[in-house]
């Protein structure tokens, strides 16, 4: 099984429904996988924020939602974050690719990923790292989880050697 | 051009136990908890441009439910490109009604960009197939069933008064009152 395939399995196991997406290299790989489930409905947004109230409005009808975005993506996010998801204190789980970390090959990446951590941490969204050398299934599922119990966001910051 | 409340009024009128609605922030958020509505309500009242995506979301989630969206135009105009994924994503149960009035009411009435901007056919480009528009309470007693039953995503264009003298109603519940409150069956 690949990484995007545990990745897919987690959030299947964490009942995730709707599954709304913008794309990068990376996130489209992942989105391949969860098109080929049978329990996700992959919606493709044209802009972050949408996938963000997309995912929100599949949990306010008693499904669960998720976003997979760029981190890029993520800062165009603020809003959105503030005015719905804290404010109305909704679930929304987030699969992020973590571009411009270390491990990123492409140069042009790394303003963005130099801000990653600072801005999660800045807008208080708890967030954790990929780890593909343990139980990736269990660490998608578990931050889903901590979404529904925290009734906010909850974000897990990939690479595309996770996906692998 | 009618004012705001007839046309709400008769929209609500029309609502039925198997809709669900989302209102964008402002005047019909506001509005709405003084209103008899037989649906869930999920009023907004930030975030402007949420509206139609988090209503796209609960019609995937329910597709046994009519999602009727509000938003306005100033919220609209912030993001367009939610229609493009509503027409990719071929709900048959999310009706958006736009209302246009040219003016960003909720924050003090500032005009919006003087552009002429044309909903229907911005609409229609992004492929949303079912577009009309409404002009008085008549028209869209006739448009919004036809729009429920089209089995595709439907948008009304809902061309609405401004009145900076209107007298709206404050918001009267807290997110959070909306949120426990807010039950599909």
Redesign the interface.
């Known amino acids: 099984m690949s990484g995007a395939q545990r990745i897919v399995a987690g959030l299947e196991a964490a009942g995730v429904t709707v599954a709304a997406s913008v794309p990068d290299t990376w996130i489209g790989k992942l989105m391949a996988a969860v098109r080929e489930s049978t329990k996700i409905r992959a919606v493709d947004a044209a802009r972050e924020e949408e996938a963000v109230a997309i995912a929100c409005g599949a949990g306010l009808a008693g499904g669960r939602g998720a976003v997979l975005i760029q981190n890029a993506g993520l800062f165009n996010c603020g809003g959105v974050l503030a005015g719905l998801v804290d404010l109305y204190r909704i679930p929304c789980f987030f699969v992020v690719s973590y571009r411009g970390d270390a491990r990123d090959p492409v140069y042009y990446h790394e303003p963005k990923g130099r801000v990653t951590e600072p801005t999660l941490s800045a807008w208080r969204l708890p967030y954790a790292i990929a780890d593909r050398t343990t139980d990736l299934v269990g660490q998608v599922a578990q931050g889903v989880e901590r979404a529904v119990e925290s009734r906010g966001a909850s974000v897990l910051l990939i690479t595309g050697e996770d996906l692998a | 051009m009618t004012s705001r409340k007839p046309l709400l009024e008769a929209l609500v009128a029309m609502l039925t136990h198997d809709d669900?609605l989302?209102s964008c922030l402002g005047a019909n958020s506001r509005y709405l908890p003084h209103l008899a509505v037989p649906a869930p309500v999920?009023a907004?009242?930030?975030?402007?441009?949420?509206a139609i995506?988090?209503?796209?979301?609960?019609?995937?989630?329910?597709p046994d439910?009519h999602v009727i969206a509000l938003e306005g135009d100033g919220s609209l105009l912030m993001?367009p490109?939610?229609l493009?994924?509503v027409a990719?994503?071929r709900p048959t149960n999310l009706t958006a009604l736009l209302w246009v009035n040219g003016h960003y009411e909720s924050s003090g009435g500032q005009r919006l960009p003087s552009a002429p901007v044309d909903w229907p056919a911005l609409a229609t480009g992004f492929g949303i197939a079912h577009v009309e528009r409404v002009g008085d309470v008549a028209s869209l007693r006739t448009a919004f069933p036809r729009a429920r039953a089209a089995q595709e995503p439907a948008l009304l264009v809902v061309d609405v008064a401004f009145d900076p003298n209107e007298p709206i109603p404050p918001y009267s519940e807290r997110?959070?009152a909306?949120?426990a409150r807010?039950r599909?069956p």
């Open positions: 669900v989302v999920f907004l009242c930030d975030s402007m441009g949420a995506p988090l209503a796209l979301g609960m019609a995937l989630q329910r439910r993001c490109n939610v493009a994924t990719a994503a997110p959070d909306i949120r807010f599909i």
